[in-house]
């Protein structure tokens, strides 16, 4: 019964069924304890799966909820995931960003490299990130996010401190550790720290 859990019953398998294993060069024998990485069958979905040998047979290449799913006989065009190739065409739309790749026949996952156009106006660099951090940061070039990045520390300093820059942050935080302390008025708490920031602020 052993020998069916096998490299050669696993290739045989995926090759039949279209999985893409995570893992393909096994160095030890493979047994029905086994854990088999690979993704999703559900091109809507694109999950990473991981399940034993046994389980990976018996239920194939499913994350749990594209098992579930399934049990209820719904089809895969019913069941859209944050990693799934509808839910990409949407963010697309809805931030006009235009992709550079056709995905339309790919298994995605958050780990999945998506290509596109720098969305950034009369910017023609192109990105280049995985699903997951496409979601974090948007369709931007290097450039364009770095540039987001500054803009938006500039804007929290400001915002703070009155400053554009985070050099004296450091003379901030010194002068609040060394003299911060909690004093009680009327019943309420207040801390010397925001005295200091004021101070501070003044002498720059």
Do not use: A
Not at 84 to 90: A, C, I, V
């Amino acid at each position: 019964m052993s020998k069916i859990y096998n490299l050669e019953r696993l290739q045989s398998y995926c090759k039949e069924n279209g999985v893409t294993l995570l893992e393909e060069n096994f160095n030890y024998d493979l047994n029905s304890n086994s854990i088999i990485k690979s993704y999703c069958l559900n091109k809507n979905c694109g999950l990473l799966v991981s399940k034993k040998f046994l389980s990976f047979l018996k239920t194939g290449s499913y994350c749990k909820k594209c098992n579930l799913f399934k049990s209820k006989k719904l089809n895969d065009s019913e069941y859209t995931t944050k990693y799934g190739l509808d839910s990409l065409e949407k963010y697309c739309h809805e931030n006009n960003i235009t992709l550079l790749k056709d995905y339309s026949k790919i298994i995605l996952s958050q780990k999945s490299r998506i290509i596109g156009k720098c969305q950034t106006n009369n910017c023609e660099n192109e990105f280049n990130k995985s699903f997951e951090n496409f979601y974090k940061r948007s369709g931007y070039c290097n450039l364009c996010t770095k540039n987001i990045k500054v803009y938006k520390q500039k804007q929290t300093f400001l915002h703070l401190f009155s400053f554009k820059t985070p050099i004296l942050l450091g003379k901030i935080r010194k002068k609040c550790k060394i003299n911060s302390r909690n004093f009680t008025y009327d019943g309420l708490t207040f801390s010397s720290s925001f005295c200091l920031f004021e101070d501070v602020k003044d002498e720059i």
